[in-house]
């Protein structure tokens, strides 16, 4: 596996993601008395994820694809169907990256994802309105 990222979406919860050998991001999590997972969340990349949680019970996880597009990928456990809760498909967000890349949350309903380009410029994609 990858170099692990890791998030804490409320009281006694980590989640954390990291790429497998196998290309495909790899989850696992804190409930508060155990670890449990791991679990495949599938794709196919080649640098390890970056995740935000802009509130309670909500993830949103990026990826570098083996197309350089950047990727996308969230689950909301409010609605959870067991503890890994039932996760979105992988979306592509376009974008030709050269590197991981790294997310924040500003403010509930917010995530930012920031990317190098291949000409080594930072680029910044907002994904507002989330709620």
């Given at each position: 596996?990858?170099?692990?990222?890791?998030?804490?979406?409320?009281?006694?919860?980590?989640?954390?993601?990291?790429?497998?050998?196998?290309?495909?991001?790899?989850?696992?999590?804190?409930?508060?008395a155990?670890?449990?997972?791991?679990?495949?969340?599938?794709?196919?990349?080649?640098?390890?994820?970056?995740?935000?949680?802009?509130?309670?019970n909500?993830?949103?996880l990026?990826?570098?694809?083996?197309?350089?597009?950047?990727?996308?990928?969230?689950?909301?456990?409010?609605?959870?169907?067991?503890?890994?809760?039932?996760?979105?498909?992988?979306?592509?967000?376009?974008?030709?990256?050269?590197?991981?890349?790294?997310?924040?949350?500003?403010?509930?309903?917010?995530?930012?994802?920031?990317?190098?380009?291949?000409?080594?410029?930072?680029?910044?994609?907002?994904?507002?309105?989330?709620?």
């Amino acid at each position: 596996m990858d170099a692990p990222t890791a998030v804490s979406w409320g009281p006694n919860r980590i989640d954390c993601f990291a790429l497998g050998t196998d290309g495909a991001i790899w989850h696992k999590w804190w409930d508060g008395a155990a670890w449990l997972g791991w679990e495949s969340l599938g794709g196919n990349f080649l640098a390890a994820p970056a995740v935000a949680s802009w509130g309670p019970n909500r993830l949103d996880l990026f990826a570098r694809g083996r197309d350089n597009a950047l990727w996308y990928k969230w689950v909301d456990f409010s609605v959870a169907h067991g503890h890994a809760g039932t996760w979105s498909g992988w979306h592509s967000l376009g974008g030709v990256i050269d590197d991981g890349p790294a997310a924040v949350s500003p403010r509930p309903g917010q995530v930012d994802c920031f990317v190098r380009g291949m000409n080594n410029s930072l680029f910044h994609r907002s994904l507002a309105g989330l709620m």
